[in-house]
């Protein structure tokens, strides 16, 4: 019984060693770890300040699995501030760049900064990757300005997938105008 009695008393004592100090960026990294959920608005500002800057170095770590970097991206669309659309804009415009991190950036775009992305986003648009470009029709349809309106309309004659006619087509539609333009 004393040596269970010493033991447990300096397991007691030790746990502070053992313990390790939670950073920002841990939480940030844990809200960003869902597959089917993101985190919310809410969610990330109840964190405090320097959420934005701990989402950009969580998007730029290669050792954090793809589809957490690409939520980190996402979630930078809550954060509009001038480090963050540098960032993301430049994840954008960066054909290199990882095709999921790219379709998380054009969404931070629309959501952060609405009609004054559309040209940003228009890359996106133009992509050779139909995945991206339907993406992006999404994005700007979230917009759901009547500038937005016309990027979409403006793109359907265009378009050569039937994926993204359809959520063309669909996104049009749920702005509230008839869809237009000869479908390719």
Known sequence: MLIASTLTL????????????????DRVLDLVSGYEDAPTRD???KLGDGVDLALIDIANDASVGRTRRSSAVWALGFFPTD?????????????????????????????GWGDAALSEVAPSLKSDDAQLRNQAVRAVAK?????????????LPLESSAMVRDTLNASIQAIGAPATGEIK
């Open 10 to 25: 300096w397991l007691a004592a030790a746990q502070p060693a053992f313990a390790a100090e939670v950073t920002l960026r």
């Open 43 to 45: 969610e990330l500002f």
């Open 83 to 111: 480090t963050t659309h540098t960032y993301v804009l430049g994840v954008v415009q960066d054909a290199q760049a990882d095709s999921l991190l790219r379709r998380s950036a054009t969404w931070a775009l629309c959501t």
């Open 143 to 155: 917009v759901g300005t009547p500038a937005a309106l016309v990027t979409l309309q403006q793109r």
